[in-house]
């Protein structure tokens, strides 16, 4: 009797453990004949195109490894992996799985290509996890894909388990498949540490108005986020062609304006910019008026392209030289602040790992140089991409396969300080997850960015979304109320603060408006200089739209900015910003009108700099002072006014005299110069002008001024 | 400042009736003694309260002795006492002038401006004071309190010491010192000073909320509990000690408890303003951003210049995804004296 409970209780486990995948076998299936015998035909059929598309999965896998020494890191490595023979699988495949649901190498075989193709697909899981229950030792590598999928799904432990499991078996592994295995479980590990204390984060979908069914990804904003430019694969695609490899549109780039706050409905590039084939967002300069574009027409690897906003349309996109282009894949494009260097991503061969991150400073004559590699405190021997460097000069911005990433591609942020970037820093959970987050932008606040997800809930395909960092968690704040002083007949409330905290924001201030003529109000195209004043160079030269006159101009905190505006025929206008190393973001909006060299128009020349309580010109005047060179030199016919003001300090009789002595020190200036004195009147108002109020800081600072006006022409 | 609007007034008083002490006078009255009747008759209408009578009776006392000082420098006490602060300080100046070596008139004359925030011309008052009498016990306290008011605590410090120097059982002194310590963060020292000032008088309930709160800040949330439980044993009624208990529960992460003290509270106050804003405080902690909400608008409604209320509000506001609300909410806390929300304005609000 005992044996006979033993024999069964055996029986029924192994039967359990080992028998419950169901063959397309006749026992299985009695009375069903003709079905089993279809679902065997449709079985066979999927069979061939998966094992062809396996072969050359594998065959690429291998390829890889070769080329690479390390096994593909992201999924969507595999992508163009047996794609077609695995898509063509798909539709016997499921016919076969319709009919027998628990064959263990079926649902195997559906795992796998569903994980090839599209694993955020919830049936991926269902798949390799009923595979494992029905036999799991059906397919030797079956925990690995299983482990994987975890991963990929953010159930840490089951993944590592599962990984641990697969690393353990007796399963022939080379060493990159071992070394990959060690770091997927390294993933895990890292995973779990960021999703424990999860970053504080609004996470929004940017609408319909930007989002469709189609793949949206790759989004570039302006600094003040009033424009965004990204890649969709839409159907209404330039030349409305599909791609051989996936199936998918040839990629186009859209653009949107913010109007009153909103995203305004996006509309394709014009053919300038978009053709038939692959032309994707690869970045946006600063001030919004150079455009980068990846183009992939399949002769090379693909390469980037600039193209400039003149007036509503960009320019034709022109092919940019050899030092950034090459034979292999470019993509990727960030432009400092000033515009003078170029942070691209390249996959060429002198690279650390696959793809590199990548800089080139522009020469004497304007064009880039030769491209150096950032350095091995960035770039991996994985991939990097996506760079985006911040307007503020020193906060790069990235996605690597490598560092402490969660798995694929995460984004990840380092600071230059003392001209060596900082170890990079993983940007936490939920912005980073188990799967490629790539295609990262920032507001020039630093307190908002734009990244492309797939997560559930979009309008299909990838979506691209906004993230609102709300900053370490704010403790509330409590009434308490004592009575301190004893005199004191009521308590006195005594606010409780919790212990403060800090938030980050870029040390970053943007000055945007408009430039127009004085007169007509007409916008204008202008330069516009921005100079560093205490080095006395000029550090990048913007245009205003030729149409709309509107510009922006960022400018890192630590320096002393004059801002010169300037068009031919017209009077310059100058600011000036003095940004403390610590001063915090803020925006300027700073509309200039400019006068025509007539006579009577005055401007104030706000980046001439005298000692305190002197008429000794400060060295920082020495850009002002040239242009005022250049505009005598331009218009040799005028004869201007040098006018000093001051305010209301002092005596009337005094800054009469000071004011006097600093006007006639900038036509002595001039003089030196080889202008004819002539030309040349020198005038002090001491504080008989004010233009603002005498009462405050600010008001003074205003009445304190040098201008010029001029008086014939 | 505006606790100079709310003086304790006895106070004044009790200087008044120290220094100026009443006459004995004899049944065959001279113009002298008459004088002296009357001023006599005009502190006792001081003690009651009766300051217009205490007027007409320091009238008829300078009547029949215009040069009687003391008369004139209680009349300006009577005239301080019903605001009529120009003919207090012309009482007093005259009083100085016949006699300028009384320090308690220079005192006098620094409460006068006391009662009118000339805090400038309180301090020389009290200097002159000083100066005929260093160690004047309470003149070297007011200075104390003159400091501290301008937040100069070591100052402060110094004169309440030299006040405490003068009159050891001077047990405003301690608690006021104490509290300039707390104001330096130095939570050892006014512990120290709040246990004096209760060895000396222990039927001051506010000081033993005082100890409370500065155990509270020094976070030994046990002896705070432990002490504003025996400021409430004195005194049931007494709910700034109920609600600061609840504070202790709240920063020692025992929100159940905080919850009844602050709930306890709104039961015997249902407009407590500062109740209202702690519930919400406790509801930011628990994450229920909708009652967090609900909670601060309850405590705005009731103190419409409650910034912390407009501050957690905010909080509670850019959870719930109510961004021109949350901005609105922490500007207005910032302009009643919120700080800390600047810096979240400058993060989220540039829009």
Redo the contacts between chains.
Sequence with gaps: MKNLFFTLTFSFFYAFLFSQSVEFEKDNFPGRKDELKAARKQLEIGIEFYSNGRQEFDEFKKTFISEHRYCPVSHYDYQKAGHQNFRSAISPLGEAQKFNPNNARLNYMLGFISFITDPSMPQTLTYFETAHKLNNQVEPDLLFWLGWTYHLNSKWDDAIKNYQLYLNSGNKKNPAETEDIKKKIEECNNGKKFSATPERV?VDNLGANINSSYPEYGPSISTDEEMIIFTARRDNSTGGKREENDGGFYEDLFVSNKQA?KWQPAKLLSKNVNTEFHDAAAGLSPDGSKLYVYRHSGRDGGDLYETVLFGADWEPPVHMNKNINTKYHESSVSLSFDGKRLYFVSDKESGLGDRDIYYSDMDVKGEWGPAKSIGTIINTKFSEEAVFMHPDGVTLYFSSKGHNSMGGYDIFKSTLVNGLWTTPVNLGYPINGPDDDVFFVISG?G?RAYFASSKTGGYGEKDLYKIT???PE?M??????????????????????EN?V??A?AKLTILKGVVTDAKTSAPLESSIDLIDNDLNIVLATFKSNSTTGKYLVTLPSGKNYGIAVKREGYLFHSENFNLPDDM??Q?FTKNVALKKVEVGNTIVLKNIFFDFDKYTLRPQSGNELERLSKLLNDNPTIKIEIGSHTDNRGSDEYNLKLSGNRSKTVVDYLISKGFSASRLVAKGYGESKPIDSNDTEDGRQNNRRTEFKILEK | MK?YN???IL?LFSIKIKSQDTIKVNANLSPAQLAEQDYNNGIEALKRNDFESAVNMFNNSLASNPSFDKALANRAVAYTQLKNYNLALLDINRAITLNTYNPEFYFNKSLIFFSQQLLDSQSVALENCLKINPAHPEACYYKG?LH?EFKEFDKAIEYYTKAINSKPNY??AY??RG?AK??KSDYTGAIADYEKALTIDNSLF?IL??LG?AYRLNKNYSKAIETYSKALQKKPSYL?AL??RG?AH??NNNLKAAQEDFEAVLKQDPKN??AY??L??IA??NKDYKK?KEMASR?IEFDPK????F??RG?AR?ML?EEEGCCSDWKKALDL??N?AK??I???C??
């Design positions: 609004f706050g606040s307190n960092f709300l900053g704010k509330p704040l409590l009434n308490t109320q004592d009575q301190l002083m004893s005199m004191i007949a009521n308590p006195v409330s005594n606010l409780k603060t403060a800090t938030i924001s915090a973001y925006e | 606790f709310i003086i304790i106070f309190m501290y047990v405003y608690n006021d509290s707390r104001e506010f909320n005082n709160s700034i609600s600061n504070a709240f920063e303003a500062y804003n702690n919400a405080s930011i902690k967090a405590s409650n910034g912390p209320a501050y957690n909080i850019q995804r004296g919120v800390d810096m979240f400058n993060a989220t540039l829009d």
